[in-house]
């Protein structure tokens, strides 16, 4: 379980983005942060993946394990750093974790033989996305964090994250994902955090979350 205890975060040139945030969250499920733009979405994730400190509070992984986590940034496909899949995947910095890669992007629908050798930023747009996520969560780390994975994919391709979600369920892991996508939390229940302000304004499960047309417009769904 990962663990954020009384979190307090500003940038040094503004105000306070998170103010006591406190949650818990669990392995083997997935959990949504949801809230409007500006709540802190961002911010937080970025905590939670370790890419950033904290002023005050702290982030608890039990068991702890080192590297933590895996940080699948926002438009992730515009950071392709090669010019072939192949060498996109040949990245990752541990080796054993390419077969990883493979079965993600086979999960995703992708075909890697026919995509190995192209220039990923001549993929479509969906498969651009779906091989960066594919790549990232190849990575063997006891949580995943995803800002907004879904935003701009048509509904195949979305569904195609979600069975990639899933597969990290299915192996135990702490899954956080951003979104303002009600079909991806419908296609994959789990449980719904609302950032309001840089606070914990409200957290249940996502059918209940779905159901409640209050709670959906204070997160602002798409
Ligand atoms: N790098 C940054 N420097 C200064 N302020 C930032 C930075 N990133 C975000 N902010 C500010 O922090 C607040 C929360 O932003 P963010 O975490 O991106 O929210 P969300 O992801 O929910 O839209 C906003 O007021 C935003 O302007
Ligand atoms: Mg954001």
């Known amino acids: ?3 954020a205890h009384d979190l307090f975060f500003r940038y040094d040139d503004g105000g306070s983005v998170l103010s006591g945030f406190s949650a818990e969250f669990a392995a083997g499920e997935v959990t949504y942060i949801c809230g409007p733009s500006g709540s802190g979405k961002t911010t937080l994730s970025l905590l939670l993946a370790e890419m950033m400190e904290p002023q005050s509070g702290e982030i608890l992984l039990t068991p702890d394990e080192a590297p933590r986590a895996t940080m699948v940034l926002q438009f992730a496909e515009e950071l392709f750093l090669t010019d072939s899949v192949r060498l996109e995947i040949e990245l990752l910095t541990d080796t054993k974790r390419i077969g990883a890669a493979h079965h993600h992007l086979k999960s995703c629908g992708l075909c890697l033989p026919e995509i190995a050798e192209r220039d990923p930023f001549t993929l479509s747009f969906g498969q651009a996305r779906l091989l960066a996520i ?7 780390t006891p949580v995943y964090i995803l800002d907004e994975p879904t935003i701009g994919l048509d509904e195949v391709n979305m569904l195609r994250v979600s069975v990639l979600l899933k ?3 299915s192996l135990g892991k702490v899954v956080v994902v951003v979104t303002h996508d009600p079909e991806l939390i419908e296609s994959l229940p789990g449980r719904v955090m609302i950032l309001e302000q840089g606070t914990l304004a409200w957290h249940g499960p996502s059918a209940e979350f779905l159901a409640t047309s209050s709670l959906r417009s204070r997160a602002a769904l798409e």
């Open 1 to 3: 379980m990962l663990r």
């Open 134 to 140: 594919s790549i990232q969560c190849a990575q063997d």
């Open 167 to 169: 597969v990290l369920i």
